[in-house]
């Protein structure tokens, strides 16, 4: 399942919640914009930027990256994978897979795709490449796309960098050791997962699954990353440096809580949120503006 959103959030209260890095996502935001291209299935044939697998995190439920089709035609047929490291992406150890996609957006837009096969668990603390290829996949009259830069050692110190194939294979890469990296998201396997629908300036829908059942919801925000106390769950942490409460949702049965409110146009760019459920004392990803 794909999911494609808007990164925009935002709304407004007080009470400082508090926070520090949640280990069940990376978040690289694009602060470049569109940047490196161009990637599809008829070259460049792969891209990959490198991570420090955190705390917390063995598997792999889905992996993000910011996606602008190039010109009018259809996107190509591509793939986003987890690779060791060699030094450097490592083709004979691909850890986690999604199946093949394409999109049609002419702006750069963020598509969420599930893992639909991990082959090992991740390890904390060691370094692993997200990988976007099209490789050997798809008619090659398909159009390239152009990805998100994100600047480097900005939100994680990892010195995380950008290298790219042009081998028709996508094995081997000619380009390596270059910044900015390229812009990408992952999420753990199981727990809370946050997604932000809407425009900016605008009104905005925040989900979040994977909330105790029939439990309150809280959503934190700020302006960055950081790290703050949760009240009433010792040693829980959100990723927002002096966050506030934004709002709080029941969810339902099934474990699904909605906030919806307006974000004003000085958010746009700038809010972070996270979702919080105290009875479990668990966090969701950030969701950045």
């Known amino acids: 399942m794909e999911r494609k959103r808007t990164i925009l959030t935002g709304i407004a209260a007080l009470l400082a919640v508090a926070t520090t890095s949640f280990g069940q996502e990376i978040d690289k935001q694009p602060d470049f914009g569109a940047w490196w291209h161009p990637l599809s299935n008829h070259g460049s044939y792969a891209y990959a930027s490198d991570f420090v697998c955190p705390d917390g995190v063995t598997t792999v439920g889905q992996i993000g990256i910011w996606l602008r089709r190039e010109s009018g035609g259809t996107g190509s047929v591509i793939a986003l994978q987890i690779w060791g490291d060699a030094p450097g992406p490592d083709s004979n150890n691909i850890i986690a897979s999604t199946d093949d996609f394409q999109i049609s957006d002419d702006v750069l837009t963020l598509s969420v795709i599930d893992v639909t096969s991990q082959s090992s668990d991740l390890v904390p603390g060691d370094r692993y490449w997200v990988v976007a290829t099209g490789a050997l996949r798809g008619d090659p009259g398909y159009d390239s796309y152009q990805v998100g830069g994100h600047t480097q050692n900005s939100v994680y110190p990892d010195n995380g960098t950008f290298w790219y194939s042009n081998d028709a294979n996508g094995i081997n890469f000619d380009g390596q050791g270059l910044t900015p990296q390229m812009a ?65 949702s029941t969810a339902d049965a099934g474990g699904e809580a909605v906030l919806r409110g307006n974000v004003p146009a000085n958010a746009c760019g700038r809010v972070i949120v996270q979702a919080v459920d105290r009875d479990a004392c668990a966090v969701s990803n950030t969701v950045g503006i």
């Open 184 to 248: 990408f998201q992952i999420y753990g396997g199981g727990g809370m997962h946050l997604t932000v629908v809407g425009d900016c300036p605008g009104t905005n829908t925040l989900t979040c699954t994977g909330v105790t059942a029939n439990a309150k919801c809280y959503f934190a925000y700020g302006l960055r990353a950081g790290s703050t106390n949760v009240p009433g769950c010792p040693g829980l942490t959100v990723d927002i440096a002096g966050g506030k409460l934004g709002g709080v």
